[in-house]
């Protein structure tokens, strides 16, 4: 069992910066596959960046060149650097992770971000 728990949201004006971190708990050796999702009301989950335990990253293109995931030597804890934000990133921010080889799914509770001003 993994548990992640999410940090670092608040509210923010337009063209601000917050940095999210993951960190967590329990037996992390499975998890390859670390990132960030959110979700805004009334719309679906979406990815938003994800690193791998070999450090290959990806990034949702509606945040390319303004947030940057990251982690240190272990998978945990992970961050998410929000840079020149805008009212279309407010959302929850869910941490996620992906072990191997079960492939089985953990998520945190949610950080709120609201860009608003």
């Known amino acids: 069992q993994v548990q992640l728990v999410e940090s670092g949201g608040g509210v923010v004006q337009p063209g601000g910066s917050l940095r999210l971190a993951c960190a967590a708990s329990?037996?992390?050796?499975?998890?390859?596959?670390m990132g960030w999702y959110r979700q805004a009301p009334g719309k679906e989950r979406e990815e938003v960046a994800t690193?791998?335990?070999?450090?290959?990253?990806f990034y949702a293109d509606s945040v390319k060149g303004r947030f940057t995931i990251s982690r240190d030597n272990a998978p945990f804890p992970i961050y998410l650097q929000m840079n020149n934000l805008n009212p279309e990133d407010t959302a929850v921010y869910f941490c996620h992770a992906r072990a191997t080889p079960s492939q089985r799914e953990y998520w945190g509770q949610g950080t709120q971000v609201t860009v608003s001003g």
């Open positions: 690193i791998s335990s070999s450090g290959d990253t």
């Open positions: 329990g037996n992390t050796f499975p998890i390859w596959l």
